[in-house]
């Protein structure tokens, strides 16, 4: 009997893991950037990931270009997209853009999806050379339950999940940029806490797997560089009864005296007018 060679496959191609993930990882993407000033600003997608991806930061308020390399998702992504991003196909390592040219850059492996080519720490060096206020770097964590089953597997059965991401080091990408003399505020945050087996929308694992912590052992990081000190904002609408009015922004603040001496007044003209009145009737 001949003997197959059965290649292990990631936990999260072809399933609900797979989804679930991905809904996971985006919605770990939306948060990081949610107190980035985004209305007016560029944004570089240094390969889409997903036909979604594009999507989910122009309708965050991004003026967004993507470059992807792979020819099915970059039409993809472009049909999706239509007129709302400018999507380019090309080289991740080579940009055709001038040092600088984008607010942020963006590099992404999201679970689920096609690994890139391009060594992870060659395109972040890259989305560096093109943002002058900051980037996002999404990957899949080595110190993590996913990171070390990879590790195993690859240990033990060679070939095995080769079509995976490679996991990453926060720590070590940091101090990869750091060395090339980018320099900022690094912070990061992680979701995806349990086994590859528990991404789903339902059991216990959507306890854990849902969190969105600043604890480093998620599946799934994303770390943020910025390389401004300007500090970063959230606009909150205020309600109509509670905004002042251009005389009473000039007026000011009311002093305790002030009112004071506004209650005296209205007393006073409340019993003028009632002693009017009575002498009226007499």
């Known amino acids: 009997m001949q003997k197959r060679n059965v290649q ?22 939306h948060a990081c950037v949610s107190s980035w000033p985004r209305r007016g600003r560029s944004v570089a997608l240094v390969g889409c990931g997903t036909e979604s991806v594009p999507e989910l930061f122009w309708g965050a308020g991004f003026d967004v270009t993507g470059v992807e390399p792979d020819a099915r998702l970059y039409s993809l992504a472009a049909e999706r997209a239509g007129p709302q991003a400018d999507m380019r196909r090309g080289s991740l390592c080579v940009l055709p853009f001038d040092d600088g040219f984008f607010d942020y850059a963006v590099v992404m492996d999201l679970p689920g999806t096609k690994p890139y080519v391009e060594p992870f720490a060659e395109r972040a060096l890259e989305a560096c050379r093109i943002a002058r206020r900051g980037i996002l770097l999404a990957f899949m964590n080595a110190w993590s339950l996913y990171g070390l089953a990879v590790r195993c597997s690859r240990l033990f059965s060679g070939k095995a999940w080769r079509r995976v991401h490679v996991p ?6 940091v101090h ?10 690094a912070s990061a945050a992680s979701t995806l806490f349990g086994p590859a087996r528990t991404w789903r929308g339902d059991g216990v694992g959507r306890v854990f797997n849902r969190r969105i912590s600043s604890l480093p052992w998620g599946a799934f990081m994303v770390g943020r560089l910025d390389f401004t000190s300007s500090p970063t904002f959230t606009a909150l609408l205020v309600p109509a009864a509670r905004q002042k009015t251009p005389v009473q922004a000039a007026a000011g603040p009311i002093s305790s005296a002030s009112c004071q001496d506004v209650q005296n007044r209205n007393v006073s003209n409340r019993d003028t007018d009632g002693a009017s009145g009575l002498a009226e009737r007499l």
Do not use: E, I, M
């Open 168 to 173: 990453q080091h926060w720590g070590g990408l």
């Open 8 to 29: 292990a496959a990631s936990p999260v191609d072809g399933n609900g893991c797979g989804q679930y993930a991905l809904a996971q990882a985006q919605a770990l993407l």
């Open 176 to 185: 990869t940029l750091r060395c090339a003399g980018f320099r900022g505020k």
